[in-house]
């Protein structure tokens, strides 16, 4: 079993996957996920020889040990790694701040790509590698052949992923890419960044109705055999295994900083924060544990959809109980709203380990628990893993559930005892969550993940922070890139109704504009 290679979650057994399809398929036949066969280990003297490399050299080598050589030679890769991370405004891609020293609290910025939050990380390198794949396979063909093999990425956002992701592909090309958002429904800043990127492989569709509505429209496209087919419809979202890949390389850079900025502690116990919703950046964190890099604890902090807090505290994973008896089935609008979920769809990823360690004699087996358990959430709302399942988990893992009220007031508390430091929410409910774990093991370093910059969150922040004092104001947090924005162009149609044929049409009637041949 090679860590280069990869199976389904639902279906575990043979033959296992490229690296290359694993990508562009996305989603695996019959719903499940894809995972390496194996974790890699590391090398023996990592913690020597690794500890002062750049963010690039870092990315290469954990990268190299999930790709094989025959499918990116190490050359390419070091290209499309460069390329990718290019674009930050850090030298360091993602640099790790001290918070507040006295109590060893880190905070690991990840907001310094394209579209200000850490979404990019993932998302550069994946519109890369999408560029990188189709070139290879359309080699040698004709710009105008009809068999050039083509993506056509199609999403629903409700704000960060959504700019992350035409950040990531603008440009690409045989890649296009249609955004949906619900119009009026998403941040100014955010509609923003997305309506004015003007290259011609980029669709902003702005519907009339809700995220939902969006949401629903993708899912049906997706089912629509016949316009997939036609279409190659291809996903960005954190199911991707290439977006978790990307993301493992931060902690391995972050424990190094702060081996750095800690001088002194000899191997310190270091537990890692992390604001959670979809349970994709958190993951990245458990592959750099089970690789081998010592990490204490990895802390979920949620904001009120707490699904995953339940599980940590009862062993069930369960949509949401209130709405079981109340009929609905509502997301609760948070300030935090990119951790809004229902369920978190990469925890099946940590669900399979625990079923192959704890209950399966094979991979095979795990698989097949994985398939009941996730058909049974499906049609009850709700699975119970045994308990002992439960408890090896809380061997790596602890959880926080934070309100809006505790991240107004987080965000207020450090902005006064850090020099005026401004927390966005997302991150001010992994602080929240990590001064709750201060208080109970004060002995242990702490990095909480800072998951976007403050202005692209602006009401909360100003909500936290109006009148405070007279350094902060909403102008002061926001970047001259944003401030920009206003006056650019803009690339956006409407949809006049969220009526998936209507939709159907923009996107043929796109695609002819582009010049794609169908
Ligand atoms: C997407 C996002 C999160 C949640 O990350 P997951 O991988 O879905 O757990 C947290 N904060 C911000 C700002 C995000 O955009």
């Known amino acids: 079993m090679s860590s280069q290679e990869y199976l389904s979650t639902r279906d575990s057994s043979p033959p296992y996957l490229s690296f290359e399809d694993t990508v562009l398929r996305g989603l695996a ?66 640099p790790l701040v001290p918070l507040d020293k006295a109590r060893k609290l880190y905070l690991l910025e990840l907001f310094h790509g394209p579209t200000y939050a850490f979404k990019d990380v993932a998302l550069q390198f994946v519109g890369n590698l999408f560029e990188y794949f189709l070139t290879r396979r359309n080699a040698g063909k004709d710009p105008k052949d009809p068999a050039r093999e083509r993506l056509t990425v199609v999403g629903a956002t409700s704000g960060d992923t959504g700019s992350a992701a035409i950040y990531g592909l603008r440009n690409k090309t045989d890649v296009s890419i249609f955004i949906l958002h619900p119009q009026g429904k998403v941040s100014p800043v955010q509609e923003l960044q997305m309506t004015t990127v003007t290259d011609p492989n980029v669709h902003n569709l702005a519907v009339k109705g809700n995220f939902d509505d969006c949401q629903d429209i993708v899912k049906s496209l997706f089912d629509d055999k016949q316009f997939n087919d036609k279409h190659h419809l291809g ?4 199911i991707n295994w290439a977006r978790i890949l990307a993301q493992i390389t931060y902690y391995f850079h972050s424990y190094f900083s702060l081996l750095r900025l800690s001088s002194g502690a000899d191997k310190p116990t270091v537990k890692y924060v992390v604001p959670t919703g979809n349970f994709g950046d958190i993951l990245a964190g458990f592959y750099a544990k089970r690789m081998g890099l010592p990490i204490a604890k990895l802390v979920v902090a949620t904001n009120s959809n707490d699904i995953l807090d339940r599980f940590w505290k009862s062993g069930v994973y369960e949509k949401n109980p209130a709405a079981a008896t109340s009929g609905e089935e509502a997301v609760k609008e948070t300030l935090s709203p990119a951790m809004d979920i229902l369920i978190s769809s990469n925890f099946e990823r940590l669900l399979w380990y625990l079923a192959r360690e704890n209950l399966a004699a094979t991979p095979i087996e795990a698989g097949q628990i994985l398939q009941s358990w996730m058909v049974e959430l499906k049609t009850t709302g709700k699975v119970a893993v045994p308990r002992p399942v439960l408890a090896a988990g809380l061997a790596e893992f602890s959880s926080e559930a934070v309100s809006d009220a505790q991240t107004v007031d987080t965000i207020k508390s450090v902005y006064s005892s850090s020099q005026k430091y401004v927390l966005d929410p997302h991150t001010a409910v992994g602080v929240t969550a990590s001064l709750r774990n201060i208080a109970a093991d004060p002995s242990a370093y702490y990095i909480s993940l800072s998951t976007a910059h403050p202005a692209k969150f602006g009401d909360a922040v100003d909500r936290a922070l109006a009148g405070v004092d007279d350094v902060y104001s909403f102008d002061k947090v926001l970047p001259e890139d944003f401030k920009k924005l206003e006056s650019l162009p803009k690339n956006v149609t409407l949809v006049d109704k969220p009526d998936r044929e209507l939709v159907k049409a923009e996107i043929e009637k796109a695609l002819k504009e582009e010049g794609v041949v169908f």
């Open 235 to 238: 996903a960005v979202n954190s």
């Open 29 to 94: 036949p019959g719903g499940g996920l894809f995972i390496p066969a194996a974790i890699p280990t590391l090398p023996a003297d990592f913690l020597t020889t690794w500890k002062d490399l750049s963010f690039e050299d870092l990315a290469f080598n954990v990268f190299s040990l999930y790709i094989s050589a025959d499918e990116i030679p190490a050359a390419d890769l070091k290209n499309l790694i460069a390329a990718s991370y290019s674009t930050f405004r850090s030298d360091t891609v993602t």
